[in-house]
């Protein structure tokens, strides 16, 4: 390997390949390497540039073996703080954490005295194979660490919290959020800086990072002595979410779908009427006459400014859905489609999206298409008392998910796609700002690394009513905290259900706006069956002739399910300023609301290996209900002195109790003390 080293930073350049080492932040390094002439430039997700500057050391090795003889070598280390990375001669690469291993480069029968030429299986750490015309398909391998575990990388529907053993495809779709980065048991935190579409294999024997269009390999480590001060160091290098306005705190109301102005204000009247109270309404899908029209449907929505002075004299929010699909009928497709602003396709037909009509989606990649999109939003929403926007569809959801057949300015689907969610909630969140609104919030579907830094609150999308669906949720609120969004909530009930008064839903609801209590935003959404609601017209556009399902609010299912929705309501109510505390936590350090155990008891194994219960910041540890008819449950309480919300008894920690769990309360207990 041929080393040019220059002060604080590492280039090397073997057989075509250029490879770039450097601190970036505390007690972390950026990996870079490439075979074109020059790297692209691009950042990323990283915004921070670099104030740190490496020490690059040549040091003695292993003498190789050649032939019949040996040959003297050296390696390079660049340490930055506490990180240090090992480039061989050969260029295989090994990190240490205070001088201890934690994560080395695959390159097999490799143990640091045989050299590349005299080894069989011809396996390296870093491989590129060339599109033709094109970038290049790049593979980055490591070795597994046996014993590791693994948490982040945003958000997959799966039973599976620790995703060690697990692979994650690195792609964007409705309920799956893909964040590559991740918090390492060993102490360490891993960021793929690439939006590519790809793959990531957690293997026992090997960790596969595949891009399948790129120019170039990039990625981020830190260290850290546990998942707080990672956490702190990645979001300091990528961002961290803004201050959360405290008239959000509350419930937010939702259903799919409030078809008309009147329906809004029959529902925010009658949460008066019944002194329910509501921070926010959220107006659905298909109020506007079709997708891209990016407006009210003037037939059902005559006044929506008056809607809107009425709801605020309330005191409620109003937020409303706007999709990134623009139907070949609307009123601007045809300047959008002359002016370059949508996304393409390679081959067949232009249509990215089908649903209730024949869609292309703008391309939020381009600053034009953001500026045209916001200028439509700000005259027929922002300008009329909309407080809010509800960013759906947002991955972007594509009629078919063949990356391969989509470009955006920014490049070919393959190579950048899932950066896509952080461009659209950036045409608002940035205009926003920009037009003087303070502390923007905006609802989204979707999100990527630095995504928290715009005001997402990101939800976990369109997944069913189901407990199996309730219990992968608490695994995804765990794993997208730790891969650097705090801002996040589901919908309660699910979305799908096919009988709102199935006795079995109604519990699963009970359950979930439980555990919704405690998450970031509490919000009550769902499509709820059955479908018996006459449809308003049978136009072949706006909002009249689509469906709309059974109501969501609160008192809907029955005296008991109320009452104890009432009781939580009032329970999230009387932790708002602790609630704003936590909020404000993650504006500082980039702290998750909803928290793994280990993160505030990193030292105690037990709370590494326990995913069934959460800290809902440092001071409460919520034990939800994960299965229906469930009346107790065990709960795990780490060392500490521990008081049960509901009766105020004390419990030593750390122990394992059966926790009663009647259908009117879950397990919560409060952190009294954490000297026991």
């Known amino acids: 390997m041929i080393v040019e080293k220059t002060d604080g930073l590492f280039v090397g350049r073997r057989n075509g390949e250029t490879l770039c080492i450097e601190a970036w932040g505390t007690d972390a390094l950026r990996v870079r390497a490439t075979r074109y002439p020059q790297f692209s430039g691009n950042d990323w997700a990283l915004i921070e540039r670099p104030v740190e500057q490496a020490v690059v050391e040549e040091k003695p090795g292993t003498p190789c073996v050649v032939g019949n003889g040996s040959v003297p070598t050296s390696s390079w280390f660049v340490t930055n703080g506490r990180v240090s990375c090992e480039v061989n001669p050969y260029g295989v690469l090994s990190f240490y954490r205070d001088g201890e291993l934690f994560l080395r480069e695959h390159f097999r029968n490799y143990d640091g005295t045989v050299s590349r030429e005299s080894h069989c299986l011809k396996v390296e750490g870093r491989t590129y194979r060339a599109h033709i015309g094109g970038d290049y398909r790049i593979v980055q391998k490591f070795e597994g660490n046996p014993g590791e575990k693994i948490f982040g990388m945003g958000q997959y529907q799966q039973a599976q919290t620790d995703l060690k053993g697990c692979v994650l495809e690195l792609e964007q779709r409705n ?29 026992e024997n090997v960790t596969e990072w595949v891009t399948e269009c790129s120019k170039e390999l990039d990625y981020w480590v830190c260290v850290g002595d546990g998942p707080r001060e990672i956490i702190e160091s990645y979001t300091a290098q990528t961002g961290r979410a803004p201050e959360f306005p405290d008239d959000l705190m509350g419930l937010w109301q939702c259903k799919l779908r409030y078809r008309t102005q009147e329906e809004v204000l029959a529902v925010a009247r009658e949460c008066r009427r019944r002194d329910v109270p509501i921070d926010v309404i959220v107006i659905d899908f298909f109020h506007w006459p079709r997708q891209g029209d990016w407006c009210f449907d003037p037939v059902y929505w005559p006044d929506p400014k008056a809607m809107c002075d009425e709801l605020h004299e309330m005191g409620i929010k109003v937020c409303v859905s706007v999709w990134p699909s623009v139907d070949k009928k609307s009123s601007h497709f045809e300047e959008m489609w002359e002016r370059g602003l949508l996304i393409r396709t390679e081959r067949g037909t232009n249509q990215t999206y089908e649903y209730q009509g024949d869609c292309l989606e703008i391309d939020c990649t381009n600053p034009e298409a953001r500026a045209y999109l916001w200028d439509i939003l700000r005259a027929n929403y922002a300008d009329l008392g909309i407080d809010m926007f509800w960013l759906d569809n947002a991955e972007p959801d594509f009629a078919v998910y063949d990356f391969d057949n989509y470009r955006y300015q920014l490049g070919p689907a393959l190579a950048c796609s899932n950066i896509y969610p952080q461009w659209y909630s950036r045409a608002v969140w940035e205009a926003q700002v920009a037009d003087g609104w303070k502390n923007p919030v905006n609802l989204l579907r979707s999100a990527w690394a630095g995504s928290q830094r715009f005001g997402n609150v990101v939800w976990s999308g369109d997944v069913p009513g189901t407990f199996e669906a309730l219990r992968d949720q608490l695994q995804c609120g765990i794993n997208v905290g730790l891969a650097g969004i705090p801002w996040w909530t589901t919908d309660v009930g699910g979305f799908m259900a096919n009988d709102w008064h199935d006795p079995d839903f109604v519990e699963l609801l009970v359950r979930w706006f439980q555990f919704g209590t405690f998450t970031s935003v509490l919000r009550l959404h769902g499509n709820r069956g059955p479908y018996n609601i006459p449809a308003l017209d049978d136009r072949e556009f706006g909002g009249g002739y689509l469906f709309t399902g059974q109501p969501t609010e ?12 009432r009781a939580y309501l009032a329970l999230r109510e009387e932790l708002r300023s602790y609630i704003a505390s936590l909020f404000a936590q993650a504006s500082a350090d980039g702290s998750p609301l909803l928290r793994a155990l280990f993160y505030e008891f990193p030292d105690d194994q037990t709370a590494w290996e326990t995913y069934d219960e959460f800290m ?3 001071r409460y540890l919520v034990a939800p209900v994960l299965e229906l008819g469930m009346r107790e449950r065990a709960v795990y309480l780490p060392a500490g002195t521990w008081r049960d919300l509901r009766d105020g008894t004390l419990v030593e920690g750390p122990t394992t109790m059966t926790a009663a769990a009647p259908l009117k309360s879950i397990p919560v207990f409060e952190l009294v003390s954490r000297e026991g």
């Open 175 to 203: 309920s799956q959020v893909s964040i590559p980065f991740y918090v390492s048991s060993l102490g360490y935190g891993f960021l793929w800086n690439n939006p590519a579409v790809g793959r990531v294999t957690f293997g």
């Open 554 to 565: 609160l008192w809907q299912y029955g005296e008991e399910a109320e009452r104890i929705m």
């Open 616 to 618: 809902f910041g440092p």
